[in-house]
């Protein structure tokens, strides 16, 4: 038995398709690996399967250290710290509960610690940059880690990518899988960022950039970001390389 997508379907689960410039293009020269990567041939949607719009099931336990990136190992890491929470909703607004949400992070010399980053920037022992946990019953999550640094890539003459954090979120269905980054306020960067760039819609690209937060900032030792995330609809969060 198979769904029908449509805009605006009351099916559970059922993808609604974004509004035409919410989302990266995903050809986008400036861009330069999106040249290589892009489709050559128009798209083909096809209806999803019920177990697209239903699942997945998965198991709501995570360890407090790994919701912590400041805990992980003996050691403190280098840089700043920071609490990065929001909360996750539907397009309605409605809380998306025990969503599993994860991410990962350079460290805050802007290295990640992955044999394919050759940057020279040090590694740190004490960070790893990857941790994930849970939305709670109102849809809020958080993690404590450190600001990322910035860093040099490829793509163009001194290109160098804003501090920014990979999510990863799975809410009620696969349908609702979305994979983003988040970006810091002010960060003089982001005009510059091709990545950042290929969502064409303005008020798109404003959704993907964290606030400070004297609500979550804790005195004495870390700023907070608050960064809300949307699965789906007008106001959705862009994914990342659609």
């Not at 999550?141 to 001194?158: A, C």
């Not at 870390?222 to 659609?242: C, H, K, S, W, Y």
């Amino acid at each position: 038995m198979k769904a029908t997508p449509a805009l605006g379907s009351p099916t559970p689960g059922a993808f609604r398709y974004p509004a035409t410039g919410t989302h990266p293009e995903y050809l986008h020269p400036p861009y330069v690996s999106s040249v290589n990567r892009s489709p050559r041939m128009p798209l083909i949607r096809i209806p999803q399967t019920i177990s697209e719009i239903t699942g997945p099931s998965i198991p709501e336990s995570v360890h407090p250290r790994v919701a912590d990136l400041t805990r992980q190992h003996k050691g403190e890491p280098l840089g700043a710290r920071i609490i990065v929470g929001g909360r996750v909703v539907d397009e309605d607004g409605r809380p998306q509960r025990n969503s599993l949400v994860e991410i990962w992070q350079a460290n805050a010399a802007g290295r990640y610690l992955h044999r394919n980053d050759q940057h020279n920037a040090p590694l740190d022992p004490n960070f790893t940059g990857r941790g994930h946990t849970y939305t709670d019953e109102d849809g809020y999550y958080r993690f404590v880690t450190i600001r990322p640094g910035e860093y040099p890539w490829q793509n163009h003459y001194n290109a160098w990518r804003p501090a920014h954090i990979h999510f990863s979120l799975f809410g009620p269905a696969f349908a609702t899988r979305l994979v983003t980054q988040m970006y810091f306020p002010g960060d003089p960067l982001l005009p510059l960022d091709p990545v950042y760039n290929s969502t064409a819609d303005e008020q798109a690209r404003t959704r993907l950039i964290s606030k400070f937060d004297l609500d979550t900032t804790v005195p004495g030792e870390a700023l907070g970001f608050r960064f809300d995330i949307v699965l789906r609809g007008r106001n959705e969060t862009p994914m990342e390389e659609q």
